[in-house]
């Protein structure tokens, strides 16, 4: 999908304020009309349900766009939207607008997240090595696992901030696209034209972090497909790459991983500790029907931690790279026995 213009996006924003009144006028009519197709879907009240979420997605948007605008005047019309304390700001937004989506997804779909037993969380106390800075590398599963990553990290009990490498066309999401292009982000192509450089990019975005810091990247570049797995082994092949390609081949969930925005982050930053997330119940919402139809509900999301110290990580090129690859292969083992 090809965005326009940022100029343009800014002046599209507005349209959220008639989406917005659009819903409250609508909403009996949209209660009933959910109403009625909660009949026909699988699980109890399903469409009311979904039409709850959005509600409540809809005016968070409208509401942080409106209070982006507020701090883009305090700051000087843009003139110091980059200082700190404006930084500390949009931080603060994002984490409660966050904390909003996640607390009513996970109250109105009935949904309990359980961390895996024994597994490190971001959120313990006394970890060895969890004050410093950290690369958190995630399996990707749709806007979903983005949202319950960062809104974890951004815990109130925590308060990490979140430096996040995701794809371009997130921006058409305009709370996204707002906050995200004044904080510490780069929007990603998964194709890059021979133009771009996305390990410059994200090896930019690693340097200077400190223990208040925390990366976040989605190796595998997408959603887990049949289609994009055989397609990305045979990339593999092509490459003469044919040890990844055979390890690819043996994972059934997962994407084979990209080594080299993950390599670019180690380099800029050697300081920073490692964190893998593997998780389940997420998987395939990407689309408004994905949403729709597979949205789960009265449901465990189950996620691991997995904790590995800044010294304990490999640093030369193919070594990197077999241990990238054997993390994946173990994430891959959990989710099929999850």
């Known amino acids: 999908m090809?965005?326009?213009?940022?100029?343009?996006?800014?002046?599209?924003?507005?349209?959220?304020?008639?989406?917005?009144?659009?819903?409250?006028?609508?909403?009996?009519v949209l209660v009933v009309i959910a109403a009625v197709l909660s009949v026909r879907m699988p699980g109890r009240w399903r469409g009311l349900r979904i039409l709850t979420l959005a509600v409540v997605w809809v005016t968070v948007e409208w509401v942080g766009i409106l209070l982006a605008?507020?701090?883009?005047?305090?700051?000087?019309?843009?003139?110091?939207?980059?200082?700190?304390?404006?930084?500390?700001?949009?931080?603060?937004?994002?984490?409660?607008?966050l904390s909003v989506i996640a607390r009513t997804a996970t109250w109105v779909m009935r949904l309990r997240?359980?961390?895996?037993?024994?597994?490190?969380?971001?959120?313990?106390?006394?970890?060895?090595?969890?004050?410093?800075?950290?690369?958190?590398?995630?399996?990707?599963?749709?806007?979903?696992?983005?949202?319950?990553?960062?809104?974890?990290?951004?815990?109130?009990?925590?308060?990490?901030?979140?430096?996040?490498?995701?794809?371009?066309?997130?921006?058409?999401?305009?709370?996204?696209?707002?906050?995200?292009?004044?904080?510490?982000?780069?929007?990603?192509?998964?194709?890059?034209?021979?133009h771009e450089h996305p390990e410059d990019a994200i090896a930019e975005l690693a340097t200077g972090m400190g223990a208040e810091d925390a990366l976040l990247i989605f190796p595998e570049g997408g959603n887990f497909t049949a289609r994009r797995r055989s397609r990305a082994i045979a990339t593999l092949r092509r490459k003469a790459m044919h040890r990844e390609a055979d390890r690819a081949e043996r994972m059934r969930n997962l994407l084979p991983p990209r080594p080299g925005g993950v390599r670019a982050a180690l380099a800029a930053a050697p300081h920073a500790d490692v964190v893998f997330v593997a998780h389940t119940g997420l998987d395939h919402l990407v689309t408004v029907r994905d949403v729709w139809r597979e949205l789960p509900q009265d449901k465990v999301l189950k996620l691991r931690w997995s904790f590995v110290p800044a010294a304990a990580v490999p640093r030369e090129e193919q070594a990197q790279v077999d241990w990238l690859y054997s993390w994946w292969a173990d994430m891959d083992t959990w989710i099929a026995d999850a």
């Open 113 to 194: 997240l359980e961390d895996d037993e024994g597994s490190w969380s971001p959120l313990d106390d006394g970890v060895p090595g969890s004050t410093n800075a950290m690369v958190v590398l995630s399996r990707h599963a749709g806007p979903g696992d983005s949202v319950l990553l960062v809104h974890t990290l951004m815990n109130a009990d925590h308060l990490r901030e979140p430096r996040i490498v995701l794809k371009a066309d997130l921006q058409a999401d305009p709370l996204v696209d707002v906050y995200l292009n004044r904080l510490p982000a780069r929007f990603i192509t998964p194709n890059p034209a021979p």
């Open 2 to 28: 090809r965005l326009p213009p940022r100029p343009v996006r800014r002046l599209l924003d507005p349209l959220l304020l008639v989406v917005l009144l659009a819903v409250v006028v609508l909403l009996p």
């Open 69 to 97: 605008f507020l701090l883009w005047v305090a700051s000087g019309f843009g003139w110091r939207l980059r200082a700190r304390r404006f930084q500390l700001a949009h931080y603060a937004l994002l984490r409660l607008g």
